[in-house]
């Protein structure tokens, strides 16, 4: 009974403290005109108070009932606050709020054009500052006006705008660092912010920008250090309050992290590279057309300048001189009279483009990331850099608890490190000594995968080593003379992590805590079960495998004629289930209508070799 009472409380806070919003609206109403301005500054004050506190109900962001409620309350606020403080930060703040309501409501038009209001009136406060303005008067302003700007990263990021979200971001996170004291920072928020811009610009390949977030986040966290600056972010054992301990380089996760998004960062630059190893020159960011052009487009924009001067200089020799200083004063009247707002924050033409925090000069920047990539010493230069990264990122991540999901990442970035630089290699014997080495690492991450709770990631892991294992055997081929059978525990290792990638599917697999899958482990086609899938992405990837399986099973030359049956049963079993399965989705079909057709020729090949075994 007692806890029916409390959640209809709870229930009963968000219309309890609106009501309280309504009952000052009124008593503002009430007010005679000509009341002491303190009194309506007292009751304004008031409201704006208690707007806030009903800001925080989580209530009024999900019902619209609630939404509307407030939006309407803020509506009145502002018009009187406008009345009162034209140019008061707090009139600033209202604003935010009625734009973050807006996006909460869907309307991005209407929050948009809000955030613009709240920041034309910083503008205006700005122009009008005095010297004589408080400090911490000063703050609130710089402080409300930081959040419009991550407001409008918010709302842009709603509708799928991410340039411009990003460009947004960039600058809050610009001015929170080149005025760190100033905005009392919370070091962790910060870092949380700068790595998801960070992801932005590394999935755009944006390497410039990217490093620039990761240096400013290393500065971050070493002043951190150094000042003794606290976090209210609860991580570590959720420390209400985070001080100086934290930030001991040698011990924190978060550190791990970021050095981890470094060795993230150079991997997926050399993984771009090897994809364009076929052109001579490897451009990262710009390349010399484009500077060419630039400097081209500056001389003639010279050239056109110096023209238009000579047409403006005869033009004005023919104006008498009286006419030429009525206009002169009346230009200067012009300026001294209007007032132009001029947008700190002009959206570039291509927002992705833009290089965060130029302005600051960040230590430690690799000219590699700016530079052409034209030959093999700067790919190792590369490769050397990034893995020394994430063997830092181990050794911080691995005596932590709950980072087994990423220092397993660790292990499969650090194995494709080894993958980016086999393009470059003609050696065969290197290849498939760098194959080798990748096994090793990602095997070591075998132990472990029965208590990750992220199945994605364990079946990325197992489908990676089978692809290694179909590499193996291609360059194994080639650079020796190996036995038959040789080849054959290859092609099975091959099978059996395949066949433990499609076996993932099944969900009694993926939550059988004995379903442990080893190196060196004996293929086993019966552990292949009927599977589930969360997407057309995901089946689309099950039947490319499967098919794939089938196809390497037929490439063991069993002398074993009861083992040779096994894997041509299992093949035909796989090209079956594929074929029925397609034809139950006719959309997966169209996809796969040329293994369809494969398939189809497969089946009545192997049952013909099956007959011939007996």
């Known amino acids: 009974m007692e806890n029916n009472i409390e959640i209809e409380k709870k229930d ?99 929050a948009i054009k809000t955030l613009e209001k709240s920041q034309e009136i910083y503008l205006e406060n700005k122009k009008n500052s005095s010297e004589n303005q ?49 905005f009392n920072v919370d070091p962790l928020k910060w870092a949380e912010n700068a790595t998801n811009l960070y992801q932005f610009y590394l999935f755009n390949h944006q390497w410039k920008s990217a490093e620039a977030v990761l240096l400013a986040t290393k500065y971050v966290l070493e002043i951190s250090n150094e000042k003794g600056i606290e976090s209210d972010s609860n991580l570590d054992q959720k420390k209400e309050n985070i001080s100086l301990q934290f930030f001991d380089m040698k011990e924190n996760s978060v550190w791990g992290l970021l050095l981890f998004n470094f060795g993230s960062l150079y991997e997926q630059l050399l993984l771009m590279t090897a ?44 104006i008498e001189d009286e006419k030429n200083n009525e206009i002169e004063d009346e230009k200067i009247k012009e300026i001294e009279d209007e007032k132009i707002i001029e947008n700190p924050l002009q959206i570039p033409r291509n927002p992705i483009k833009f290089i965060p925090f130029q302005s600051f000069k960040l230590k430690n920047q690799d000219p590699l990331l700016s530079t052409q990539i034209t030959n093999y010493e700067q790919i190792k230069k590369l490769f050397k850099k990034g893995k020394e990264y994430l063997e830092e990122s181990e050794k911080i991540l691995t005596s932590k608890k709950g980072f087994l999901n990423q220092w397993i990442e660790i292990k499969r970035l650090e194995s494709a490190l080894f993958s980016t630089l086999i393009p470059w290699e ?84 993926a939550e059988n805590p004995n379903f442990i899958i080893k190196e060196n482990s004996q293929w086993d086609p019966t552990i292949i079960k009927e599977p589930s899938f969360n997407s057309f992405e995901e089946a689309s990837d ?32 796989n090209y079956q289930w594929v074929l029925d399965y397609l034809d139950k989705h006719p959309k997966l079909a169209t996809k796969f209508q040329t293994e369809k057709e494969i398939a189809t020729e497969m089946i009545p090949y192997l049952k013909t070799k099956f007959r011939s075994l007996f």
């Not at 009501?19 to 301005?37: A, G, Q, W």
């Not at 004629?561 to 299992?570: E, G, N, S, V, W």
């Open 134 to 182: 408080e400090p911490k008067y000063l703050q609130h302003v710089e402080n409300v006006y930081n959040l419009s700007l991550f407001y409008f990263a918010q709302v842009y990021q709603k509708i799928g705008q991410k340039e411009i979200a990003s460009f947004y971001l960039a600058k809050t996170l610009e001015r929170q660092i080149e005025n760190w004291k100033f």
């Open 542 to 573: 099950y039947i490319t495998i499967r098919l794939l399986l089938s196809k390497i099973i037929s490439q063991i030359r069993e002398q074993n004629q009861q083992k040779a049956k096994i894997q041509i049963t299992a093949a035909v079993e």
């Open 426 to 509: 003609e050696d065969k014997k290197r290849i498939y000594s760098m194959n080798r080495r990748r096994l090793t690492i990602l095997f070591q991450t075998l132990p472990h995968l029965q208590n990750l709770k992220q199945n994605e990631l364990k079946r990325e892991i197992i489908l990676e080593i089978g692809k290694i294992f179909e590499l193996i055997i291609e360059y194994k081929a080639e650079t020796t003379n190996h036995k038959v059978s040789q080849q054959n525990e290859i092609l099975e290792q091959c099978c059996y992590f395949y066949s433990c990638f499609l076996a993932l599917f099944n969900k009694e697999n």
């Open 12 to 110: 009963l806070e968000p219309q309890l403290k609106l009501r309280e919003v309504k009952n000052i609206r009124k008593e503002i109403f009430s007010l005679e005109e000509n009341s002491p301005e303190k009194i309506y500054h007292e009751k304004i004050e008031k409201l704006y108070n208690k707007i806030l506190d009903c800001l925080q109900e989580p209530q009024i962001k999900i019902t619209g009932k609630f939404l509307l409620k407030i939006t309407n309350e803020l509506e009145f606020l502002k018009d009187v606050m406008e009345k009162f403080y034209p140019r008061n930060y707090r009139l600033q703040e209202v604003y935010n709020q009625r734009g973050v309501l807006y996006a909460e409501c869907g309307d991005i038009p209407n």
């Open 275 to 318: 994809m364009r190893k076929n052109n001579k020159v490897y451009e990262i960011e710009e390349n010399e057309d484009e500077k060419n052009n630039e400097n081209e487009d500056e001389k003639n924009n010279e050239i056109e300048d110096e023209k238009n001067n000579e047409i403006e200089d005869e033009k004005i020799k023919e």
